[in-house]
């Protein structure tokens, strides 16, 4: 039998009535500054200011793949939302083209700083890919999450050196990890999103209130920051690289 979503009146409602989602805003705040931290921390390995292994020591790949998972899982939670409200195809486009817009931007900057290891699929990068797939998946119900552990699996089980390629390795079925700075493919992080996406439609059907309720007052910025996600993720860290670099300067001098 396949699974709907338990109607009430607000689900209804919700194409008309536009909700607030200030719960969820600020947990996607909690992964971003998190994000910025991390980024700081890198930053400042990267100018020489501490000596850390961002690329092997678990204390920053674990840090790492938890705040990519969070970022992710909020993505799928408010493709929920977006599906729920009954977002018209033109506002989903326009949004779109804003996140490929400025995963491009990404790409194009880490080929300045980063040659060799330059970003060619990282977590926006995957972010667009996702938005697409959420939106055609949307109605799989609670066949979602097993999708998503499908999603999660598969890279364990069938990788092959076809997928080593720059042009390739976004799928994720690759045999080694490509040389890179951020790399986010869709295989497994699909599975996290298309988990986020269930999450979200559950809460929605059952549990609205958990990310409807209104927040403790002193926790209002956050919300505010996680509507600006986009903004706050583009900003930061040519802003962090900015200050780093008047500080390299000043030490020189």
Same mark, same amino acid.
């Given at each position: 039998?396949?699974?709907?979503?338990?109607?009430?009146?607000?689900?209804?409602?919700?194409?008309?009535?536009?909700?607030?989602?200030?719960?969820?805003?600020?947990?996607?705040?909690? %992964?971003? /500054?998190?994000?910025?931290?991390?980024? !700081?921390? !890198?930053?400042?390995?990267?100018?020489? !200011?501490?000596?850390?292994?961002?690329?092997?020591?678990?204390?920053?790949?674990?840090?790492?793949?938890?705040?990519?998972?969070? $970022?992710?899982?909020?993505?799928?939670? =408010?493709?929920?939302? %977006?599906?729920?409200?009954?977002?018209?195809?033109?506002?989903?486009?326009?949004? #779109?083209?804003?996140?490929? =817009?400025?995963?491009?931007?990404?790409?194009?900057?880490?080929?300045?700083?980063?040659?060799?290891? $330059?970003?060619?699929?990282?977590?926006?990068?995957?972010?667009?890919?996702?938005?697409? /797939?959420?939106?055609?998946?949307?109605?799989?119900?609670?066949?979602?999450?097993?999708? =998503?552990?499908?999603?999660?699996?598969?890279?364990?089980?069938?990788?092959?050196?076809?997928?080593?390629? @720059? #042009?390739?390795?976004?799928?994720?079925?690759?045999?080694?990890?490509?040389i890179t700075e951020d790399y986010v493919p869709l295989l497994p992080w699909l599975g996290v999103v298309w988990w986020g996406l269930a999450a979200g439609q559950w809460v929605l059907a059952r549990r609205r209130e958990w990310v409807t309720g209104?927040?403790?007052?002193?926790?209002?910025?956050?919300?505010?920051?996680? @509507?600006?996600?986009?903004? $706050?993720?583009?900003?930061?860290?040519?802003?962090?690289? =900015?200050?780093?670099?008047?500080?390299?300067?000043?030490?020189?001098?």
């Open positions: 039998m396949r699974y709907r979503p338990r109607v009430t009146e607000r689900t209804t409602s919700s194409a008309s009535t536009r909700q607030r989602f200030d719960r969820l805003d600020a947990l996607r705040a909690v %992964a971003i /500054v998190w994000m910025a931290i991390f980024h !700081f921390c !890198f930053d400042l390995n990267h100018f020489g !200011f501490i000596t850390q292994n961002f690329y092997s020591d678990p204390v920053w790949t674990l840090q790492r793949a938890t705040i990519v998972s969070l $970022f992710l899982f909020c993505a799928g939670m =408010g493709q929920a939302i %977006a599906l729920d409200q009954r977002q018209p195809w033109p506002r989903f486009w326009h949004r #779109w083209a804003q996140v490929a =817009g400025c995963a491009l931007l990404v790409t194009l900057g880490s080929i300045w700083m980063f040659p060799r290891s $330059f970003i060619s699929f990282g977590v926006l990068h995957g972010i667009v890919v996702a938005l697409i /797939v959420m939106r055609l998946t949307g109605g799989a119900g609670r066949w979602l999450w097993l999708l =998503g552990l499908v999603a999660m699996l598969l890279p364990q089980f069938a990788q092959h050196v076809l997928f080593d390629t @720059r #042009w390739t390795n976004w799928i994720g079925l690759v045999t080694r990890k490509p209104a927040l403790p007052e002193g926790l209002a910025p956050l919300a505010t920051l996680g @509507r600006l996600s986009l903004s $706050f993720y583009m900003l930061h860290q040519p802003v962090l690289l =900015g200050l780093l670099m008047l500080a390299v300067q000043a030490r020189a001098t």
